[in-house]
């Protein structure tokens, strides 16, 4: 991962060195971002999970090096930078499609869950017990009705 290095004093805006900076890091989280994306749709979700401390730390370092501490900051930034929040803007289409994508697995557990906890008399869906005898509660009626 690319070192940040702050020279610039709090109170001059961002450098040219640090635009640099800042560009180069927004491709490597471009790159990450595109990776996920790969790892979610392979269901690799122990590379997803290792991978989002590193995402994390990447964003913090742009916000510094850019000094956005909110919306308004970035939109401060000078023309300059009209690259570098093209390249942010590619980043946040990205983490949108990772997420919409983690939500439609996320809905599909769901719906798979409920498939097998539906507890509907005309369902003729059977589930069965660890033993593998049919579930008292889906047979219908219990032996005291019987």
């Not at 961002?14 to 927004?26: F, G, N, R, T």
């Not at 490597?28 to 122990?46: G, S």
């Not at 850019?66 to 308004?72: E, N, T």
Request: with cysteine.
């Amino acid at each position: 991962m690319t070192d940040v290095v702050m020279t610039q004093s709090t109170t001059e805006g961002p450098s040219a060195e640090h635009l640099a900076q800042a560009e180069a890091l927004a491709r490597e989280l471009y790159d990450m971002l595109d990776l996920e994306f790969e790892q979610l749709k392979a269901q690799n979700l122990d590379a997803f999970e290792a991978s989002q401390s590193s995402k994390n730390d990447l964003l913090q370092k742009l916000m510094r090096l850019a000094r956005i501490d909110s919306p308004q900051a970035a939109d401060a930034l000078g023309p300059e930078w009209d690259e570098f929040k093209e390249h942010m803007a590619l980043c946040r289409d990205m983490h949108r499609r990772n997420e919409v994508l983690i939500s439609r697995k996320i809905d599909a557990i769901r719906g798979a869950l409920q498939s097998l906890n539906v507890f509907d008399p005309t369902s003729s869906v059977e589930i069965y017990d660890r033993l593998g005898k049919l579930s008292r509660s889906r047979r219908g009626r219990g032996y005291a009705e019987a």
